[in-house]
T-cell receptor, first 114, second 114 residues
């Protein structure tokens, strides 16, 4: 019963490529988030969205952008991939009004930039 | 913004012993504190949470305590089992810039030795 689906489990991209990471949730959640997970640094928020076509920067937005054209889909875009963006990327969603954690996470996309 | 510190970063216990993970937060406006468990290669999953109007919450072998005055909260696992081995993340959530924002700790890798 997968509820948050990330399109790729593993990705290898070249430096300078434009990279799209897709996330789809089927729980009708208003809130969606993108995190990156690095050893010793925990989970760091890149961008989040509380509504369709709405986006807000998180703690580490540099080098990233997002798109939310439909409620169920939240895309993370690396405009020009760099080696320091090699990481595990986690998408999460939560219902509106809760917004206090209680996230449902996707399985993650491990991105390697070479 | 909010800052969450989590200790220890690694923890090894014998099966049947108790494990305690501690977190501190900086923003007194934080009002919700979830804990996530991430098994190797899997997504983080919410295991227990506590709100700021409660001092302690228990769910079978897992309990969480919150000291608002000292701004710290802890996860307690009793009678540990090998399947408790995982990385545990604490988080603090509160209003920031008009949005409910979640800040994660850096994680604790718990190893339960059979």
């Amino acid at each position: 019963d997968v509820k948050v689906t990330q399109s790729s489990r593993y990705l290898v991209k070249r430096t300078g490529e434009k990279v799209f990471l897709e996330c789809v949730q089927d729980m009708d959640h208003e809130n969606m988030f993108w995190y990156r997970q690095d050893p010793g640094l925990g989970l760091r928020l890149i961008y989040f969205s509380y509504d369709v076509k709405m986006k807000e920067k998180g703690d580490i937005p540099e080098g990233y952008s997002v798109s939310r054209e439909k409620k169920e889909r939240f895309s993370l875009i690396l405009e020009s991939a760099s080696t320091n963006q090699t990481s595990m990327y986690l998408c999460a969603s939560s219902p509106s009004g809760q917004g206090r954690g209680g996230y449902t996470f996707g399985s993650g996309t491990r991105l390697t930039v070479v | 913004g909010e800052n969450v510190e989590q200790h220890p970063s690694t923890l090894s216990v014998q099966e049947g012993d108790s494990a305690v993970i501690k977190c501190t937060y900086s923003d007194s406006a934080s009002n919700y504190f979830p804990w996530y468990k991430q098994e190797l290669g899997k997504r983080p999953q919410l295991i227990i949470d506590i709100r700021s109007n409660v001092g302690e919450k228990k769910d079978q072998r897992i309990a969480v305590t919150l000291n608002k005055t000292a701004k710290h909260f802890s996860l307690h696992i009793t009678e540990t089992q090998p399947e408790d081995s995982a990385v545990y993340f604490c988080a603090a959530s509160g209003l920031s810039g008009g949005y409910q924002k979640v800040t994660f700790g850096t994680g604790t890798k718990l190893q339960v030795i059979p």
